[in-house]
């Protein structure tokens, strides 16, 4: 029973010995994670049948709390962290270098910009060269902007307080960069600058964990329509009539083209095509004004690895034959390809954030081990480093981030970042915990530390969200 930290090498000494509890083991982890994405929607197609969700819910998404344990996709954060061959010489900095080249070259564009946006102001101190993703969690008496009450938006396991959650302190809280201000997003304003736009999501759970804050943080003005054109619920459109504005999402864990292994057997691995692009997306993006991309926590489940239809690696798969990589390898080439297939859009005018890989906080043991996340405050900046493989798979997605980014300005395709990675990492207080579900319900992950309650630290994605906008627009 050894699948914690450990190395490629060993990975394989290991599984090349291949006792027969090490594939009972693999095999009970992999029916366990495979489970529950496969089945997710059908799971909740027929939940939408049998029980009774107001409509209002029904659309978002909602799931009865009997559904819970079979969709946290993203439960496996510490189960398997990862070692990075590919990179040894990898340091324990949380401010990459990427960000100095971002910085100076968004410091020149935007000193022009200045001069002609004083008059707007804009509410962000007037000073468009901030670095907003260098500070603190500030106290802020004034949150949270909505509750379960004021919003329907807010999925089942994602709602805390419902659950329980004793503590509030956990939702007075807002971001402060160290060299300017950060507005909290303002609904009215933030409707206005999105009239006749467009918005996409794609990624993960944790991306519509992203996109029902901003349903939520916007409900205190208005409720978009549910103009879908498919009855998957992974791929979903809201429009607000009112503004002509439209939000998108669009389900991709991997980012790239994916098959099961075996169609008839759950337990077995994803096959991840990482030189495929995921035309779910893909052919789906080019018009719209933004986009957001994420994917994280799937890369860390037992996968095989393809490039030109050719098996090329596995992480956690039982066979000996095949060389076993890291997760940081898939991750790499996912990225990489997901970037690809946005540098090589002809027609796109929009702007991509790339939202960068957030890190989940289980203390005192893996998810499955009575791991838990039970602070109810912020951590200060020096009170906690970020764990090795989160860094890992930080630095690998900024390092695919900068070469895209510069490919991109040359193909006329924006690409920036939302790096919400050390703010996100200074908040192990906002996750669900044992609050996703009641004290009695059997659930395959216990304590969540991997989504975020809503409301919760993850609306302030949305300020940033708003302040990147402006930028953006101001830009134009
Ligand atoms: C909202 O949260 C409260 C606790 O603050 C809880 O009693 C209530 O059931 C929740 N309502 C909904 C609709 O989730
Ligand atoms: C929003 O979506 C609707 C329905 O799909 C479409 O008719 C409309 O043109 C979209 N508006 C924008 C701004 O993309
Ligand atoms: C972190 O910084 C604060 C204020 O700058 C200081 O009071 C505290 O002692 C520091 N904590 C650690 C662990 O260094
Ligand atoms: C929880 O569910 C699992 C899988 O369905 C089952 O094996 C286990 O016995 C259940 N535990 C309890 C306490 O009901």
């Keep these: 029973m050894t699948l914690h930290p450990i190395n490629e090498g060993k990975t394989q000494l290991l ?42 819910t029904d659309d978002l998404n909602v799931e009865t709390t009997t559904t819970l344990s079979r969709h946290h996709p993203l439960y496996r954060s510490h189960l398997f962290p990862t070692t990075q061959k590919e990179e040894n010489d990898l340091k324990l900095v949380i401010v990459p270098p990427v960000k100095k080249e971002h910085r100076k070259r968004g410091r020149r564009k935007r000193e022009r910009r200045e001069v002609v946006l004083k008059p707007t102001g804009g509410g962000s101190g007037g000073n468009k060269s901030c670095d ?47 060299d300017c201000e950060l507005p909290v997003l303002d609904p009215v304003h933030f409707l206005e600058m999105m009239r006749g736009k467009s918005l996409a999501f794609v990624g993960d759970s944790v991306a519509r964990n992203h996109m029902q804050s901003l349903l939520c943080l916007l409900s205190r003005v208005t409720y978009p329509n549910d103009v879908s054109t498919s009855s998957d619920q992974n791929f979903r459109r809201w429009e607000y009539p ?17 098959d099961r292994t075996d169609r008839n057997d759950i337990t077995k691995p994803f096959k991840l095509y ?11 993006i080019q018009d719209f004004n933004y986009v957001i991309i994420s994917a994280g926590q799937w890369f860390f489940r037992p996968t095989m690895f393809y490039s030109n ?28 390809t997901a970037f690809k297939a946005i540098n090589s859009l002809t ?14 906080h289980f203390e005192g043991g893996r998810w499955d081990k009575g791991g838990d996340c039970v602070r109810t405050k912020p951590f200060k900046g020096n009170e906690s480093v970020m764990e090795d493989y ?46 996703g ?29 708003m302040e990147l906008i402006k930028r953006e627009e101001i830009g134009r």
Aim: proline share 6%; charged share 20%.
């Design 242 to 258: 009112d503004y002509n504005f439209n939000i998108s999402i669009f389900w991709s864990p991997y980012l790239v083209n994916t």
């Design 309 to 336: 239809r050719l098996v090329i690696g596995c992480l956690y798969c039982p066979e000996s034959t095949i060389r076993h990589r890291s997760s940081t390898f898939s991750y790499r080439r996912a990225w990489r």
């Design 347 to 360: 027609n796109f005018k929009g702007t991509v954030f790339l939202r960068s890989f957030v890190p989940s």
């Design 274 to 284: 990482l030189d495929e692009f995921d035309e779910s997306w893909t052919t789906q």
């Design 437 to 465: 579900h009641w004290p009695l319900q059997n659930v395959t992950m216990a304590n969540d530390c991997v989504h975020w309650c809503l409301p919760g630290p993850i609306d302030a994605w949305n300020d940033f969200l």
């Design 390 to 435: 989160s860094l890992e798979m930080y630095k690998t997605q900024l390092q695919e981030y900068k070469i895209a980014e510069r490919e991109g300005r040359r193909n006329g395709v924006k690409i920036t970042i939302m790096d919400m990675t050390q703010v996100m990492h200074l908040r192990p207080d906002g996750h669900p915990s044992k609050y």
């Design 132 to 178: 907003l993703f260098s500070g603190e969690w500030v106290e802020n008496p004034e949150g949270p902007y909505y509750t379960n009450l004021t919003c329907w938006a807010i999925q089942e396991h994602q709602n805390c307080m419902k659950f329980g959650r004793p503590d509030q302190d956990f939702l007075k809280w807002r971001w402060k960069p160290n």
């Design 15 to 56: 599984t090349r010995r291949k006792t027969s509890s090490k594939i009972a083991h693999l095999v009970a982890v992999a029916l366990i994670i495979t489970i529950v994405p496969i089945y997710y929607p059908y799971i909740h197609y027929l939940l939408d049948k049998a029980t009774a969700i107001p409509s209002s």
